[in-house]
């Protein structure tokens, strides 16, 4: 009775192992099955998919997941992951958020910049702090990101089309955005990467 009790002991302890040590993924198949979009190392050569190198690991985890429950607007990202398992998943986030951040090389107008200053400041830079180029645990760097994505990320929060990460609601702020406030904001984060 003994014996049995310690061999089941044995082999719960052996699962146990079995599932929490392995089944890490590796780099190189992460960049395998995301560089082809996001760029080596996260860093996207592709204006209309976003760089994600550097951004932090809780911002990434929110952004898979809200993907794989379908709660926010996807064109590609679906596929890559349904059915992936949180481990999984946190160990992309965890990957990423350990790339550099690199500044996309973009064209800005002057006059856009300075306008789009202005708005950040006001309504922005509480949360996005230092100009965007500072992220915090779950927001996102925004300096130097890609135009077009940033263009369309924010036509989806003012249309109310993306939940935030709750208890970070930018609520009405954000929703009251306009083209007229979203094509300034979007010069003035583009041109932390301008040439
Ligand atoms: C076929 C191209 C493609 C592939 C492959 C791809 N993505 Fe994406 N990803 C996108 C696009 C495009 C977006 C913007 C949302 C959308 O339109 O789907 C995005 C958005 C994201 C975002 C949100 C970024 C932000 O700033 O909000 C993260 C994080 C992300 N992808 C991670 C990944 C990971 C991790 C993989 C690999 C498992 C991956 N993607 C594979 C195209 C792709
Ligand atoms: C109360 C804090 C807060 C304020 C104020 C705020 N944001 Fe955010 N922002 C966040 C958080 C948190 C996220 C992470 C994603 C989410 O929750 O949707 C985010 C995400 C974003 C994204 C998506 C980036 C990406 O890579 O997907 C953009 C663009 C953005 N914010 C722009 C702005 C702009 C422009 C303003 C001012 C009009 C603003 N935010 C005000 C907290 C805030």
Known sequence: MVRRTVALLWLAAALLFGTTGAHALEPQTIEATCSGCHGPQGVSMVPNFPSIAGQPADFIM???KAYQKGVWPAQMMTSFVQGRSEADLRDMAEYYSEQDWVPRPQETEPEL????????EALCQKCHRA?????ADYEPILAGQWMPY???ALEEYAAGERPMVKGRGKGPKIRQLTEEDIEPLVHFYGSAGAQ
């Open 62 to 64: 929110y952004t898979l």
């Open 113 to 120: 910049v300075k306008q789009g200053k202005r708005i950040h």
């Open 131 to 135: 100009g965007g180029r500072e992220p």
């Open 150 to 152: 940033l263009r369309r």
